[in-house]
Structure formats: C-alpha cells, structure tokens
C-alpha cells in the first residue's frame, strides 16, 4: 500500500466509524437489555470489504471502543462492557478475509459479532434466568442467548444487505474494488 494509500485508508476508516455512531444512534428498536435494529454495521461492512482484514479489524475496534461513549453502554460489569461492545464490534473485522466481496464479508463480520454476543449472553447475561422474551419464557442461557442477539443482528444484516444491493447499482461496485485509486494517485 502507497502511503497516498494508507492516508486515504484512515481517512476513510474515520469517516466510516463516525458515520456508524450516527446510524447507530438511529434505533427504530432497541430491546431491553441493549442491542438494537439499525444501519450501523452498514459503513462498517463497506470499509471492511474494501481495506481487508488487518484495517477492518482496527476500524471495528475503534468503532466499538467510541460507542461505549457516544452510545453509551447497556451493562453488567465491566466484563459485559469489554465483550459486547470492543470484542463484539472488534472482531467484525473478521469480515475482511472477504475483502472485495461485500456479501460474503458481511456475512462473516454478523456471525463473528454473533458469536461474541451469545458468549456473553451464556455467560454475563445468565444472571437474568430465568427470562421473557417475546412471550416466551426462557430457562436456559444458551436458547435466550441464541434468540435474544440473533433476533437483532440477523435482522440487521438483513438490513444492510437490502441497502447494499441498492448500492451496488451506483459506484459502489467500482469503489469495493479500489478501482478509484488511479485518480487518487493522479492529483
């Protein structure tokens, strides 16, 4: 990567965390003990399909790291605060494994930010057993964790898949692909 390469990289890495923190604060949903339906992991996705694994992972982290502060952060601890926000949004990155394939990354980022979330959930979050959720009572960590976090993060992956179909229409096809990097190089 050129050094005009890496400047445009954490350029665009900044612009994509603060623009996540926007959408994130837009919450149609928002369930009780955090999570929430949104379009935050939209710029998220974009960055990690353009930049890879190395810049996805560092972005994401700096994404999950500002929303603790910007968002403010639904808890039980530390320990909850640590993995449902910096390793949960962190790991994300993952997703760049996939780099230029925008489907297949997304897909890989929610299931890794998944995993995450039902670890806490089986764990943190077990204080809460017996539980309601959605008119279901819940006696067993592993079921409410596998239907508390999947029932948001599949619906925003969803989401973020419908928007990025739209996209993909427009330039953003082009710019996944870095093929923007030979005006860039010119100015």
Known sequence: ???????????????MVALALVLGLLKPFELPQGGSISLEMLPLFIFIARWGLGSGLIGCF????????VQGAVSYGW????LDYIVAFGVMGLGGVA???????????????????????????RILM???LFN?????????SLAYN???????????????SALMATPLKRYLKCEDFG????I
């Open 1 to 15: 990567m050129t050094k005009r390469q890496t400047i445009r990289m954490l350029c665009e890495g900044a612009l």
């Open 62 to 69: 700096a994404f999950g790291i500002l929303q603790v502060f």
């Open 79 to 82: 320990v909850s605060i640590i």
């Open 99 to 125: 780099k230029g394939k925008i489907y297949i990354s997304s897909v890989i980022a929610s299931l890794a930010r998944f995993v995450v979330h039902f670890i806490s959930g089986i764990t943190v979050y």
């Open 130 to 132: 017996p539980t309601e």
């Open 136 to 144: 279901t009572t819940f006696t067993n960590p592993y079921l409410y």
């Open 150 to 164: 999947g029932s948001y993060i599949v619906i925003d992956l969803a989401l973020c898949l419908a928007v990025i």
């Open 183 to 186: 005006v860039i190089d010119r």
